[in-house]
């Protein structure tokens, strides 16, 4: 199984607040763990991967945060929203270098 | 700095049409391409993968080919129908980790 959860499905927060999102997968251990965010209009931007428990690496500058606890679990944070965090986060999951991505089905957030 | 480009970025056909899907990247050194399905407010699908080594990869319907030398890719789809309908975009990957940089989809509508 390459099932991937992520929640909450949608959020709406104040700019200001903090953010914890949630990716958990299934299946084959020590799998290379990704957030994308898509923003209106935008193309998909990879914000952070992980290729193993607590190993992140950050694509662009930015407001937010990552950690990987477990090995089948990464989590995006902030201390405090913008309202250009706005957007469609999405989490995905690869075994290894040559399989495919799979994504998990995204969480909707409105910062305002 | 890889860019990839999708054409067009929206399509209307008659159901049963056959189609094709173009994408073009900046720099040929990649690892794999990849074409996802985005149905509206969902995560990604993954449709076909093809390896840099390979021309083409075929999936029931669908057929990619990939011309790394000259930095394209295009996605057919035989006898299209409404169930095709959705955003389609393609993804090549560099370097380690499969870091994939997207383009920005081209939108497929399959009228009745």
């Known amino acids: 199984s390459q099932t991937i959860h992520q929640w909450p499905a949608t959020l709406v927060q104040p700019v200001g607040s903090p953010l914890s999102l949630e990716c958990t997968v299934e299946g084959t251990s020590n799998p290379n763990l990704y957030w994308y965010r898509q923003a209106a209009g935008r193309g998909l931007q990879l914000l952070f991967y992980?290729?193993?428990?607590?190993?992140i690496s950050s694509e662009v500058p930015q407001n937010l945060s990552a950690s990987r606890p477990q090995d089948r679990q990464f989590i995006l944070s902030s201390k405090k929203l913008l309202l250009s965090d706005s957007g469609f986060y999405l989490c995905?999951?690869?075994?290894?270098?040559?399989?495919?991505?799979?994504f998990g089905n995204g969480t909707r957030l409105t910062v305002t | 700095k890889q860019e990839v480009t999708q054409i067009p970025a929206a399509l209307s056909v008659p159901e049963g049409e056959n189609l094709v899907l173009n994408c073009s990247f900046t720099d040929s050194a990649i690892y794999n391409l990849q074409w996802f399905r985005q149905d509206p407010g969902k995560g990604l699908t993954s449709l076909l993968l093809?390896?840099?080594?390979?021309r083409e990869q075929t999936s029931g319907r669908l057929n990619a080919s990939l011309d790394k030398s000259s930095g394209r890719s295009t996605l057919y789809i035989a006898a299209s129908q409404p169930g095709d309908s959705a955003t389609y975009l393609c993804?090549?990957?560099?370097?380690?980790?499969?870091?994939?940089?997207f383009g920005t989809g081209t939108r497929l509508q399959v009228t009745l």
């Open positions: 992980s290729v193993g428990i607590g190993q």
């Open positions: 093809i390896q840099s080594s390979q």
């Open positions: 993804a090549v990957s560099t370097g380690t980790a499969s870091k994939l940089t």
């Open positions: 995905a999951r690869q075994g290894n270098d040559n399989s495919p991505l799979h």
